[in-house]
């Protein structure tokens, strides 16, 4: 029998950056005992990485914003492949869930009346982001850990223990989640720093573990993002969605080596900044698809008199949606007119005072300073593409983040639909405070509803534990996995990257389909107590999974749109845009077999079909699917 | 070393730092520096004459205000209420505790001397050789909190200071006036720049905005304040220069080099 | 470009440790993170270090190298030269658990100690009203990354384990500072500061703004107002007097 440390509550949160924190806040306020665990300290989740700002159409800098105008942008920006509901939801709820931070003490900056102050961002209409300086993830994961301590205070004051309510276990990892029959009773980890085993005995878990870009060579994603989320859900028996649709952040440092795939945030351009080529041509102009033709400036005067008078004129395509973005710098390194380093040039030494610079981007300056030796106030930057963020995750009920497996919510990148193809800059941050907000709700109705408590079967724990220990069996070619990551990013990375074509994918597969045997053979050295080879020994198992299903659904649909870019299909395809493909796993082993399904998505409630143009619609939608539109039967 | 770096439950390393570069080189400057000051300022401050510059109006910021009766005839800018004073005591005795006590309990000299003279620490990371800390908490050094008393003092004697200085004027144009000048200046940038000052211009407000004035000023003060360290040392050297120019003119060394006489 | 440079890591655990030599090799711009991960992948799979998301924003891979208290990430190899013999260790702070990694559960308790934003109860959602003046000073303590680098070189607790009790740090004693700049908190926590969080302790010898890795100018703009507010209200004689004669 497996020593394990069990540890009953009523909600297990996985994860602790913006979804997670949210989800732990939501499901305490309604008096449950929730237990937060992640892979960090606590603080220190990817969530601080996020620079520019969070989506919300509070009007502060234009009053004409709403959120219907913020529902069209993401739809737009997931060229209409978004779960509507989600879309919809999010832009209702977001302006509430920002003004919630500022009572648990967040400091956004600010407008001259004093209101928070807000800043554009590509695909959004108008300005709309929330935000602090460059740091606002770093101000929302801190103001929301501020907050847990605050309730930890209350529940101090009233009970005499700081974790009578919230106990934060950090550095702890979760690799098994555990069911009583159909329905979940729990999660099995290990403390990173002992190796010691750790049960959760929990009627809910919420998922809330982001994202995957581990799985690709340049990104800009930490460690963490090994799609545990992903992969716990998959292996439980829930679906994923969307998994093809990986966004490449356009701009990501490219120089030095060691920092290659950092990102260099959006507001850059937001505030002034522009791309050009190595001939120094603001190049952006002749990339404007069809689709957004007619809402994006088409010459440089124009785009610079926008920053200042966004009434009159159209904004610049440098601010297109990023996946635009993304393949049109990538089109301009393969047509040679590429910087040094294989990036393109992003200027905005040449377009503001060196002192607004440093004021508006500080931690910008700061990281080039640092980390490249370039002072962006004098010099351009280089930039490139990197693997930022995946839209696909977790098939969730938008009004109650719940999974199909009763008792598993998710919640924020690790969770699918609400970004369709391609998700907008400032919306990931809304996400998070949204959906992390609904997904502890719908645990903690959940919990409240249940007449009975489900239960571990030790049986479960010993085989999830002997699962955790493969890596230490010694084996015949005892593979060492920093070189299987090595091979698996790599081949992510050229062959199901930016740009993608069926033989390549299905070398991807085949090579996916070696590593699934080899990494059987994989061990690790040493013993069990913070042993970083035995952590990404595990890891490797989730990002393996995840990567197949990334391939897998790369391969069917056989269309472009948003992150998914085929250049043996190269147009978008209405009849593709209803379709979801759907991941599922079955079989046991340390990697089970994924199979990849179509489904037919919900069709858009008509009211919200009505906030957009017919001819808008036309891009996208069948004629079929257009029948009932009241353009068509007036 | 059982308590702080060699505790227990800490990393095994028996030196008390790791660092590499010169560590120990700016508390050593310190230390140089504020001992040929301290001994300048003792010896020029029980000195007795050459202190006063009759025919330019010169006079030392060291013996200002000169309120005794014992003072040279013309430096008692302010009458002289006191009586003659036994040759031991400074004529500057009423200025002079306030100023030292202004410096001894200024935010940076603080930093400097716990620094080099105390070694409390010596530098970041380097294992200071006391047992036992407990900083400002209790007496003495608890009284490091009464730095705003000996501010405002010292407001009052940079007041003082000018008078003298535009005095010098009245006599003329001399180096010397610019020295008093130039030094004058300087301690005003210094005192100014104080932090208990920045704090009572502004820094205690919860809201600028309510107090446009007092932000402006807080916001001047506050560029000043950054430069609060090398205004201590210039105004250390000025002070020094000041008043080894006067003596030297005052003592018949020198003549005072003069340009509008 | 690249050479092979010498490295001393720090290995061991709660009860034993040493420095152990490595020649490894050093590409151009990189960092020490980049030479601590390549001495995992090539020679030490197991040497524990935390690390996260290499950009210098979460503050996770806190380590002093050639004795000084340094993020891991955020120091370049191209500021040693290449017969520079490269030291690191785990913060000496706190206690080892394993290698560079270490317990840093200190920080996290003293978090808890310090009483929370207390917004007006007369506010709801959405009608904040805040001028940019007012919160600028929090915001550049809020810039915080948590690295503990600052907690780490406070000769305070770093030589003096026993006033670990009674000393929130500068991390914390700047959050309370945040806290009394917040153009809309209620609560009031000077006194306490003084009092239960140990801000006598301080004497201002500025290693925490030294080390701080975001640049925050923690003594001069945090620990100083607050020493000064505290001066307020429990040293200022006149302040005392006034409460003497007008309150009672």
Redesign the interface.
Known sequence: MTEVERHPYDVVVIGAGGAGLRAVIEARERGLRVAVVCKSLFGKAHTVMAEGGCAASMGNANANDNWQVHFRDTMRGGKFLNNWRMAELHAKEAPDRVWELETYGALFDRTPDGRISQRNFGGHTYPRLAHVGDRTGLELIRTMQQKIVSLQQEDHAEFGDYEHRIKVFAECTVTELIKDGDRIAGAFGYWRESGRFVLFEAPAVVLATGGIGKSFKVTSNSWEYTGDGHALALRAGATLINMEFVQFHPTGMVWPPSVKGILVTEGVRGDGGVLKNSDGKRFMFEYIPDVFKGQYADAPEEADRWYTDQENNRRTPDLLPRDEVARAINSEVKAGRGSPHGGVFLDIASRLPAEEIKRRLPSMYHQFKELADVDITAEPMEVGPTCHYVMGGIEVDPDTAAASVPGLFAAGECSGGMHGSNRLGGNSLSDLLVFGRRAGLGAADYVQSLSDRPSVAQSDVDAAAQSALAPFNPTDTAENPYTLHNELQQAMNDLVGIIRKAEEIEQAIDKLQALRVRINEVTVEGHRQFNPGWHLALDLRNMLLVSECVARAALLRTESRGGHTRDDFPQMDSQWRNTLLVCSASGDGLVPEVRVEPKEQEPMRQDLLELFELPELEKYYTDAELAAHPGRTS | MK???G?P?????P?K?????RWWLPPLLTNLGLAAFVVYATIRSFWGSAYWVPEHGYLTPFYSPCLSESCLPGSSHFGTPLPELPGWIPLGFLALPFLLGFRLTC?YY??AY??SVWQ??TA?????P?D???????FP??IQ????YFFYVAFLISIINTYDAILALTHGLGLGGIILLVNVTLLWAYTLSC??C??IAG??L????KHPVR?RLWTLISKL??RHMQLAWTTLATLVITDLYVMLVASGVISDLRIIS | MAYTAKFKVWRGDAESGGLHDFDVEVNEGEVVLDIIHRLQATQAPDLAVRWNCKAGKCGSCSAEINGRPRLLCMTRMSTFTEDEVVTVTPMRTFPVIRDLVTDVSFNYTKAREIPSFTPPKDLQPGEYRMQQVDVERSQEFRKCIECFLCQNTCHVVRDHEENKEAFAGPRYLMRIAELEMHPLDTADRVRPAQDEHGLGFCNITKCCTEVCPEHIKITDNALIPMKERVADRKYDPIVWLGNKLFRR
């Open positions: 308590s702080g770096v505790a439950t800490r990393a095994r390393i030196d730092t790791l660092r590499t570069d935010y603080r930093k716990y620094r409390s620490p970041c990371a380097v294992a200071e006391h036992r800390y407990t900083g400002e908490t209790r050094l608890i909190n009464a730095h705003r932090h208990s920045r704090h820094g205690r919860k809201h600028f905005s932000y304040n950054v």
